[in-house]
C-alpha cells in the first residue's frame, strides 16, 4: 500500500512512530541460539602416571613456546604471526568477515539517494508570426523553434523495517561468521607456530646427528689406525682393513647426508617466518636435554581452548540464525518511502513550495507463490545447521583424542628415553672394551664391527627419543590451545 500525505501532519508522525515501535518490539522469527551439548570426561584417562615438568599456570605466563627456553627459537616465533603468509591471508579474511557484518548493520536504516538533472528541448512551431512572443524558460518567438530548458532535482528515501527480524538474524549469523574467521586465524597462527617449533627441534636433532657421526667418524678412524698398524706387524688380517676402511666410509657418507636433512628444515624454517630460504642461516647447536610440558587440565577446559573447537562452534551459530532468515521470507515486508522533488525552468529560482513535488507512504509486498521454494530454503537451513552441530562434535572428539594421544606417547616416550640412555652408556662401554680386546689379540675385528654398530644404532635411537619427545611436548601444547581462550574472541 502507499499513500500520499502533509509532511509533519499528525497522521504521518503517529505512522512513523507506530511503525518504528513496531520495529523495536517485533519478533525475531526462528530459533534463538543454544549451544549444542558435547559430553565431557572428567579428567583424561591418559593421565594417570605421568607428570607433568611445568607448573599449572604454564599456560598464563606468556608465549607458550618460551617454555622451551632457548632464545633463537623465541627470535623465531616472534616473526611468525608478522610475517608468515598463511597467517596474513588468515587475518584479511578476518577482515573480510567484519566488513560483511557492518554491511549486514547497514540494513538497519534508510537509504538515502539525491538526483539532478538539467534537460534542454527543441521544438519547432512551424512558420513565424509577425509579433514576437516568448514562452518563459524558453528561446524564440512563435513560429519558429522554442527551445526550453527543464531543471529536476530529487531526494528518496526508502526504509525497509525489520518487522520479522530478518535483519536482525543476518547481522546476527555475520557477526558469529567473523568470530569463527578470528577462531580459524588464531588456529592458522598456533598451526604456523607449533609447525615451526617441531622443525627448530628437528632440525637441532640433526645438528646434534652431526656431532655424533664426527664422532663415529674418529672412532672408525681410531680403529682404522689400530688395525693398520696390526697388520704391519703381521697380527691382523688383509680383510681386516677393509672392514674397518668400510666402516669409516660408511659414516662418513651418513656424516654428509646428515647435511641434506638439515638444510631442508632450515629452508621450512625461513618459510614459516616469511623470508626466503637464502636469508636464513642457523648457528649449529646441540639438542636440549630438558623437555620440558605442562598440565592438560581437565576435558571441559579445553572448549574453551581449542580455537578449532570456537570456530566450529561459531559456524554452528551463524548455520542457527540462518533459519531466522529464511523463515522471514514467509512474511511480507514492509518498507517506508519518501521523496521530495523540485522542478522548474529557472535554475535560481528551483528550490521554491510551487515547484516541489514530494510524497510519503509505506508498501506491503509479499510473496504469494513461488513452487515451495522458501520450504525448500528452510529445509536446507535447517540442514545446514544439523551439519554443522555434527561438525563441532566431531571437533571436539578429534581434539580429545590429540590430547589423549600426546599424553600416551610423552608418558610411554620418558620410560623410554631411561632405558636408551642406559642402553647408550652400556654400548659405549661395549665398544672400547671390544676395542682394547682386539688390540690385544683375544676378540677379532668382526667383534670390534659389531660393538661400533650397536653404539651407533643405540645413539640415533636415544637421540629420535629425545627428538620425539620435544614434538610430543609441542603437539600436546598445540593440542590444549597454545594458551588461547574464547574470551579473545570479539
Not at 531526494?155 to 549469523?173: C, F, K, P, Q
Not at 662401554?429 to 676395542?435: A, F, I
Request: proline share 4%; glycine share 6%.
Amino acid at each position: 500500500m502507499s499513500g500520499c500525505v502533509g509532511s509533519g501532519t499528525p497522521l504521518s508522525r503517529g505512522l512513523v512512530l507506530a511503525l518504528t515501535a513496531l520495529v523495536v518490539t517485533g519478533c525475531a522469527v526462528g530459533p534463538n541460539y543454544k549451544r549444542p551439548v558435547v559430553p565431557t570426561a572428567a579428567s583424561y584417562k591418559e593421565v594417570d602416571g605421568w607428570k607433568p615438568s611445568q607448573p599449572a599456570d604454564a599456560l598464563t605466563r606468556g608465549p607458550w613456546w618460551q617454555m622451551f627456553n632457548d632464545d633463537v627459537l623465541n627470535q623465531l616465533e616472534s616473526q611468525v604471526v608478522v610475517s608468515n603468509e598463511n597467517v596474513k591471508a588468515a587475518a584479511q579474511a578476518v577482515d573480510e568477515a567484519r566488513a560483511l557484518v557492518r554491511e549486514a548493520e547497514g540494513s538497519f536504516f534508510p537509504s538515502i539517494s539525491v538526483s539532478g538533472s538539467r534537460e534542454r528541448s527543441v521544438e519547432n512551431l512551424g512558420s513565424s508570426s509577425t509579433f514576437g512572443t516568448t514562452v518563459p524558460g524558453s528561446s524564440g518567438s512563435l513560429g519558429g523553434p522554442l527551445t526550453q530548458t527543464l531543471n529536476t532535482v530529487s531526494a528518496t528515501a526508502n526504509w525497509s523495517l525489520d518487522i520479522w527480524g530478518e535483519t536482525r538474524r543476518t547481522v546476527e549469523s555475520e557477526k558469529a561468521s567473523a568470530q569463527a574467521s578470528a577462531a580459524a586465524l588464531a588456529t592458522t597462527e598456533l598451526t604456523a607456530q607449533a609447525d615451526l617449533a617441531t622443525d627448530y627441534f628437528e632440525l637441532r636433532s640433526q645438528d646434534q646427528l652431526q656431532f655424533l657421526l664426527t664422532d663415529i667418524v674418529a672412532a672408525d678412524q681410531k680403529a682404522l689406525n689400530i688395525t693398520q698398524a696390526r697388520y704391519k706387524d703381521g697380527v691382523a688380517y688383509k680383510a681386516d682393513i677393509l672392514s674397518a676402511q668400510t666402516e669409516l666410509l660408511s659414516a662418513e657418507a651418513q656424516e654428509v647426508n646428515a647435511q641434506i636433512e638439515r638444510s631442508t628444515l632450515e629452508h621450512a624454517i625461513a618459510v614459516l617466518i616469511g623470508k626466503q630460504p637464502s636469508e636464513l642461516s642457523l648457528k649449529p647447536a646441540m639438542l636440549a636435554s630438558v623437555i620440558p610440558t605442562v598440565p592438560p587440565g581437565v576435558p571441559s577446559d579445553l572448549l574453551q581452548r581449542r580455537p578449532d573447537i570456537a570456530q566450529a562452534e561459531r559456524e554452528v551459530a551463524a548455520a542457527n540464525a540462518q533459519i531466522g532468515v529464511a523463515i522471514a521470507a514467509f512474511f511480507p515486508s514492509l518498507t517506508l518511502s519518501a521523496s521530495d522533488e523540485y522542478e522548474g525552468t529557472t535554475l535560481s529560482k528551483l528550490i521554491r513550495a510551487s515547484n516541489q513535488i514530494w510524497s510519503f507512504g509505506p508498501s506491503l509486498a509479499e510473496t504469494v507463490f513461488n513452487g515451495g521454494a522458501r520450504l525448500a530454503q528452510v529445509a536446507q537451513a535447517r540442514a545446514s545447521y544439523r551439519e554443522s552441530v555434527a561438525n563441532y562434535r566431531q571437533t571436539v572428539l578429534s581434539d580429545f583424542e590429540q590430547v589423549e594421544d600426546q599424553l600416551v606417547t610423552l608418558r610411554v616416550l620418558e620410560k623410554q628415553a631411561v632405558l636408551e640412555d642406559q642402553l647408550v652408556k652400556a654400548s659405549r662401554e661395549d665398544e672400547s672394551l671390544t676395542l682394547e680386546q682386539y688390540k690385544a689379540g683375544t676378540e677379532p675385528y668382526s667383534s670390534v664391527i659389531t660393538a661400533q654398530t650397536t653404539r651407533l644404532d643405540a645413539e640415533e635411537t636415544a637421540l629420535t627419543v629425545q627428538l620425539d619427545r620435544f614434538t610430543a611436548s609441542i603437539a600436546l601444547m598445540e593440542a590444549l590451545g597454545g594458551g588461547w581462550n574464547t574470551s579473545l574472541l570479539r
